[in-house]
């Protein structure tokens, strides 16, 4: 159960990557808003289950390369 909700909480961070690029939504405030208190910790699981940083998912979701 605790997997299934880690990766829901990941699936909604990487939404939210791409629909909220303003600088005021950066990705500690993403990861917080879905509950994850550390930063680093968020981009490690990140990482894990996508391949690619937050912040290269925001990056390269923005101009086309990743589809949400």
């Known amino acids: ?3 299934w909700i880690r990766t829901q909480r990941l699936e909604r961070c990487r939404k939210d990557l791409l ?3 303003a600088p005021a939504h950066g990705v500690a405030t993403v ?3 879905w ?3 550390s930063p680093s910790h968020f981009s490690r699981a990140f990482r894990a ?3 690619v940083t ?3 998912w925001r ?3 923005l101009s086309g390369r990743f589809d949400a």
Do not use: H, K, T, W
């Open 54 to 56: 937050p912040r290269e």
């Open 31 to 33: 990861a917080r808003r």
């Open 49 to 51: 289950a996508y391949g």
């Open 19 to 21: 629909l909220s690029p």
């Open 1 to 3: 159960m605790g997997e």
């Open 35 to 37: 509950g994850f208190v």
């Open 59 to 61: 990056e390269n979701g």
